[in-house]
C-alpha cells in the first residue's frame, strides 16, 4: 500500500495521539482496579494480539506481506521495532510515581524529537535520509517548549536524573520503533508490519510483568467495564497510523504529530470525563505549538535520499529514428557521477540520479550504465 499525501499522513497520526491519550487513561484505570499497574499494559498487548490474529485469518494481504518480508531479507533488527513500545511501557510504569507525569512528558517528548532527528538523518525510516536543517532542529525544540508550556502546574514529584535519563530513553525507543515499523510495512504490507510489532513486544511485556510479581501476587479484581478492554485495538489504530506517517513525513514530524494528538484527546478527556480536571489553556496552547512545530519541520525539507540501495530497472532503449538526423549519444562515464548524455540544443539536460533509469537522450539513443 503506497502511503498517503503528507497531509492525510499527518491528520491521521493526529487521531492516533488522541487515541494514544485514550488508551494511557484506560490502560492506567485498569491496571489501578485490577491490583497492578503493569496489568493494564499486559492486557493492552494481548488485546493486540488477538486483533492481529483475526488479521492473520481474514486479511490476505498480512500472509502476503509475510511472504514478501521472507523475500526481501532485510537485517534481523528491522524486526526490532515492537522492543520500542514495550520498553515506553514498561518506563512509564516504574518512572511516572517518580517524576509526576509532567516531568516524565518533558523528557519523553525530548527524547523522541532526538530520535526522530537521528532517525530521519541516518536514513532508517523508509522516506531515506532528511539533512539535519535549521527548521527541523527549531521544529524539534519547539515542541519540547510545547509539552512543557502544557505541564505547566502540574504537580512534579521530584527531579531524579536516573528518571529523566530513562524517560529520554523511552522517547528515543518510541522513535526508533516508528522508524522500523514503517521499513518493514514498506518491504511488505502495514498489516505485516503491525502483526510483527506485536509479535515482538508483547512477549516482553510478559516477561517484565512476571518478573514483577504480576501472576503471584494477590487475584486481581478485573473491572467489569468493557470499555477497559479495548487498548489493545487502540493500539493497533495507533501503530498503524505510525507507519503511515513515517513513510508520508518522516520520524520528526510524525512523531511531533502524535504529541499534538496526546495534548488534544488529554484536553478532550478532561473536559468530558466526570470528575476530570476541565479545560485547561495551557494544554490546549500546547497542543496548537506542537502542530506548529509539524509545520515548521517540514519547511524547506528536500527531497529525501532513498534508503538503501536502488536497483535499476532492466529496460531496454527505444531505436533511434531512422533518418538522417539520427544520432547515437556517447556512452556516460561508469560510476555514481554519470550524467546524461547530451541532447541536441534544444535545452539543459539535468544530470542522472544514481540508480535513476530515465536519463535518455531526446533522440531516444540508449544510455550506457
Known amino acids: 500500500m503506497r502511503p498517503p499525501p503528507p497531509a492525510v499522513a499527518l491528520a491521521l497520526v493526529v487521531l492516533g495521539g488522541a487515541a494514544s491519550a485514550a488508551q494511557g487513561a484506560g490502560n492506567a484505570t485498569l491496571g489501578e482496579r485490577a491490583g497492578d499497574p503493569v ?14 490474529l483475526v488479521g492473520l485469518l ?5 500472509r502476503a506481506g509475510l511472504d514478501a518480508l521472507r523475500r526481501a531479507r532485510l537485517p534481523w533488527w528491522s524486526y526490532l521495532g515492537g522492543l520500542g513500545g514495550a520498553v515506553i511501557v514498561t518506563v512509564a510504569t516504574y518512572v511516572v510515581p517518580v517524576l509526576g507525569i509532567a516531568v516524565f512528558t518533558i523528557a519523553q517528548v525530548a527524547g523522541g524529537s532526538l530520535g526522530g532527528l537521528a532517525a530521519d538523518r541516518s536514513g532508517l525510516a523508509p522516506l531515506g535520509r532528511l539533512r539535519l536543517t535549521g527548521p527541523r532542529v527549531t521544529g524539534a525544540l519547539l515542541g519540547v517548549l510545547a509539552v512543557a508550556l502544557a505541564q505547566f502546574g502540574r504537580p512534579v514529584a521530584g527531579v531524579a536524573v536516573g528518571g529523566i535519563l530513562l524517560a529520554v530513553a523511552g522517547g528515543v525507543a518510541v522513535a526508533l520503533q516508528s522508524a522500523l515499523n514503517g521499513r518493514v510495512a514498506a518491504a511488505g504490507t502495514t498489516t505485516a508490519g503491525i502483526a510483527i510489532n506485536f509479535a515482538v513486544g508483547t512477549p516482553v511485556i510478559v516477561a517484565v510483568a512476571a518478573l514483577a510479581g504480576a501472576f503471584t501476587g494477590p487475584e486481581p479484581t478485573w473491572p467489569g467495564d468493557w470499555y477497559l478492554y479495548l487498548g489493545g ?25 502524535l504529541v499534538a494528538g496526546q495534548l488534544g484527546g488529554a484536553l478532550l478527556l478532561d473536559v468530558a470525563l466526570p470528575g476530570g480536571a476541565g479545560p485547561r489553556w495551557p494544554v490546549l496552547v500546547g497542543a496548537l505549538l506542537t502542530l506548529l512545530a509539524v509545520v515548521v519541520a517540514g519547511r524547506g525539507t528536500r527531497p529525501p535520499t532513498p534508503a538503501g540501495p536502488v536497483v535499476p530497472p532492466s529496460r531496454t532503449a527505444p531505436a533511434a529514428p531512422a533518418g538522417p538526423m539520427a544520432r547515437t549519444a556517447p556512452a556516460s562515464p561508469a560510476g555514481p557521477m554519470a550524467q546524461a548524455a547530451p541532447t541536441p540544443p534544444a535545452g539543459p539536460v539535468a544530470p542522472v540520479r544514481p540508480g535513476d533509469s530515465r536519463g535518455q537522450g531526446r533522440s531516444g539513443a540508449a544510455e550506457s550504465r
Open 39 to 52: 496489568l493494564g499494559a499486559l492486557v493492552n498487548n494481548i488485546g493486540g494480539c488477538l486483533v492481529v
Open 58 to 62: 481474514g486479511l490476505p494481504s498480512t
Open 233 to 257: 485495538l487502540l493500539g493497533v489504530g495507533i501503530v498503524l497510523a505510525l507507519m503511515l506517517g513515517v513513510r508520508a513525513v518522516g520520524v520528526l514530524r510524525t512523531g511531533l504529530a
